[in-house]
């Protein structure tokens, strides 16, 4: 009896444990079956150095902006599209971004189309047709190492620059090492049934996918603890989890969650820091931008700056000198432009004067003088960062903000007998001419610093931090004053 069958693949040898599996009963067929899947796992395994490298390949590749493109055909093409559908709703991704291309296209996702594995021109142009550019990584998958389709489309991708790795279930020869970036190699033996790779080789395929898929998305912070923050809900099912999410993190109620998730327009990440932080949604959205969409780094940062302004009255220092990425940068400037809106549709219609006038205790500020304060800060923050704009070499100085005696300036104002449209006029007037100076700068000038006279050097992007933060605190405060 030939074991090999005449081919020097693994995956087309006979297994000798299921030799008789023709003359098996019902349940001596599942554990036959069942025998030789419990080896798959530990043939993943032998792998993890690769599987590792694969993750980071992804990583790299998607902070660069590019894709995880699979290809496969047959089983293995399905996979990979299976893989590929199942990221959009779990980790909240666009769906391009990984990507599945099988041999046959759509057709052959629902009907074997056998023949198209051996067009490696098919291959190539899948590869020219997906714009594969140098910052994919394309992953090949072939059970049996020796697909057409496959190798030919890993010979095009690297052509274009871009990163590959080939994944396999039988030794894919030295050749096809060479070629590419990264081999992952599962030998998981000769199936229970030969060649039927759809068996221990499709099971090895889909948990090494699966792994690669999830540790990618865990490094780029999708996910907190173990649970999926950045799911699209989708679903009543999703819907549920996401209030469910937020709950187990926060200690929220479930009407809670599903308020904060409103508010945050479905960004679990945000619902989380606004319940977490006791934040607003604005500042909760600058916090997750400058951790990096992490959020076990967002609610530290959260938790850093408060003690911070507890411990020592400062809320500037503790903020990035630079913003972390372009995306950053626009969720800062956006939560800077945003706030009079904020508040102008907290004060509108409806709210009447005896309400906006009312302070709980002598010693407290009123509706109106909140924001007559949130115009004088704009006024000293503008001043600052006109300072430090025009000015290059050496530092320029500015004073320290004394909060007692510009406090004590506002009640002293008579805001609190000014008309609101007159206050919220002159709010969002100021906030435009800051947010002009800001936004006409270049990305350079953001890291740019002036010496404060107490805390030393302060770059323009911790004063827009400290004026997003200053923000959430008083829009906070009218909230509770117009719920008390």
């Known amino acids: 009896m030939a074991d090999d069958l005449f081919d020097p693949r693994l995956t087309e040898h006979r297994n000798p444990n299921t030799i008789n599996i023709d003359s098996a009963g019902a349940a001596e067929i599942v554990d036959l079956i069942n025998a030789e899947d419990r080896t798959v796992p530990q043939a993943v395994h032998s792998q993890r150095d ?51 291309i099988i041999a046959g296209g759509y057709m052959a996702l629902v009907r074997s189309q056998e023949g198209a594995e051996d ?23 072939a059970a049996s190492g020796t ?48 060649g039927s790779t759809r068996m221990k080789a499709g099971t090895a395929t889909k948990l090494v996918l699966n792994t690669i898929t999830t540790g990618a998305m865990v490094l780029l912070g999708k996910v907190y603890e173990n649970l999926m923050v950045d799911l699209k809900a989708v679903s009543e099912k999703l819907v549920d989890r ?31 820091l606004m319940q977490s932080a006791g934040v607003g949604r604005g500042l909760a959205e600058c916090y997750v931008a400058e951790a990096g969409g992490r959020v076990r780094e967002a609610m530290e940062r959260a ?59 002598p010693d407290t500020w009123c509706i109106k003088e909140h924001i007559e304060h949130l115009i004088v800060f704009d006024q000293v923050a503008d001043r600052r960062l006109s300072v430090i704009l025009s000015s290059d070499d050496p530092p320029p100085s500015f004073p320290n903000w004394d909060e007692k005696v510009e406090n004590a300036k506002i009640s002293e104002s008579g805001a609190i007998e000014a008309p609101i449209e007159q206050l919220l006029m002159r709010l969002a007037d100021g906030r435009a001419k800051l947010a002009a100076r800001v936004e006409a700068s270049n990305a350079e000038d953001f890291a740019r610093t002036g010496r404060h006279e ?12 400290q004026i997003v933060w200053h923000d959430d605190r008083h829009v906070r405060a009218i909230r509770r004053l117009l719920t008390d």
């Open 454 to 465: 107490v805390l030393g050097d302060v770059s323009v992007y911790q004063l827009l931090g």
């Open 303 to 361: 938790q850093t700056l408060e003690r911070t302004v507890s411990s020592r009255g400062d809320a500037l220092t503790p903020h990035p000198t630079t913003p972390l990425d372009a995306n950053c940068l626009q969720r800062t400037l956006v939560s800077v432009r945003q706030m009079p809106k904020t508040v102008s549709m907290l004060v509108g219609d409806g709210v009447g004067e005896e309400r906006l006038e009312a302070r709980p205790s």
């Open 50 to 100: 690769e599987i590792a490298r694969a993750i980071e390949t992804a990583v790299e590749c998607f902070r660069a902006g590019g894709r995880l493109i699979y290809v496969g055909a047959g089983t293995s093409g399905r996979l990979g599209v299976l893989d590929a559908t199942e990221c959009p709703p779990t980790f909240g991704v666009e769906p391009d971004m990984v990507r599945g």
């Open 147 to 194: 697909t057409a389709f496959v190798r030919a489309a890993l010979e095009r991708a690297a052509e274009c620059g871009a990163k590959t790795g080939f994944l396999c279930c039988s030794e894919p020869g030295a050749e096809m090492r060479q070629l590419v970036d990264v081999s992952i190699v599962p030998l998981v033996g000769p199936e229970v049934i030969a």
């Open 242 to 272: 996401s209030r469910r999410i937020v709950m187990a993190i926060t200690g929220a109620t479930r009407e809670e969650a599903s308020a904060a998730i409103e508010e945050a327009e479905g960004s679990l990440k945000v619902a989380i």
């Open 119 to 141: 067009r490696g021109s098919d291959g190539v142009a899948a590869m020219d047709e997906a714009g594969v550019g140098p910052n994919d990584f394309v992953l090949g998958i």
